[in-house]
């Protein structure tokens, strides 16, 4: 069961959750969501909640209703690689945030990076 | 969205002491909603209103359009937060009477939640634990099909096993067409299946909002803000 501790509104949270398992092909393009009910007994909460969380997905373009037969990931690899793109800049601000915070400029930051990557690729 | 139930300007007073200090909330159809607040603050005395085991001091309260009385009661399902089935009955008595009370019980419906809650027709009331109490209480509220489902307390003293299949019989049961009210002050286990919150203290309605909306708002989740609301 997933856990909803921080202060985000849920939807979000979950909308986030599917986000997160697309761009790590965990779910595919094409693929067909859990549906409303089945997402609200597996996550524990309110199926509002989850209908709100699809729809805004839909409203990103993310996923699509097809009437009567549920909600699917799209197929539009521009979208799915766009998504992947946001994800990694999220990341990045936040690494260079938690960098900064410990006191390191920038060249330091890129120094180390770029030692870590190398170190990482042998 | 219909309103199911309609309170206003709602005031309860026991000799002199005021319970619910002129409230007023409209409950939407198809929503959960949880009514928020330490002992002591009203919660019961506003469900006791609802379905009709308490009268009003003032004010107004409509469920499905109508005041209170046989066709509301008709139509509410109720959980009492506290047992009211007889020591000697097995559950299968428990069905019988749920069957000659409510013509809206649904025998089928009742063997499902029994089956899901792990519990048996032919077992006697008095061996069961608190847990089991209130799981068997619960299925016996939600096989009925009413219009509104109201629960006291539906968590309130049983352990975490037992807490989470109630909290999933409770959403198995969720449709469009029905609504909820739920009062708890065990926030932080309930507060992913509620839409709207309304937090009581000392008989007054002190916030009322979407859940989504408040921790959107405030930044915090529902539990924090109970604490900050109710520490002070």
Redesign the interface.
Known sequence: MMEFNNNLPIYIQIMNLIKSKIVSGEINGGDKLSSVRDLSKELKVNPNTIQRAYQELEREGIVFTQRGMGTYVTEDIQVIRSLKMNMASEIMNKFIDDMKRIGLNMDEIKKMFIEWIEKEDR | MKNIVEINNLTKKYSNKIALDNISLNIEE???VGILGPNGSGKTTLIKILTGLLRQTSGEVLIDGQKIGIYTKSIVSYLPDRNFLYKWMKIKDASDLFKDFYSDFDEGKFEELLRFMKLDRDMRIDTLSKGMHEKLNLSLVLARNAKLYVLDEPIAGVDPVAR?EI??AI??N?NEKSSMIITTHLVRDME????DVVFLKDGKIILSDS??SL??E????ID?IYKEVFSQ
């Open positions: 198809g929503k959960v989470d909290l999933n959403i198995n969720y992913n299946i509620l839409d859940a989504e921790r959107e405030r930044n915090m989740n924090d």
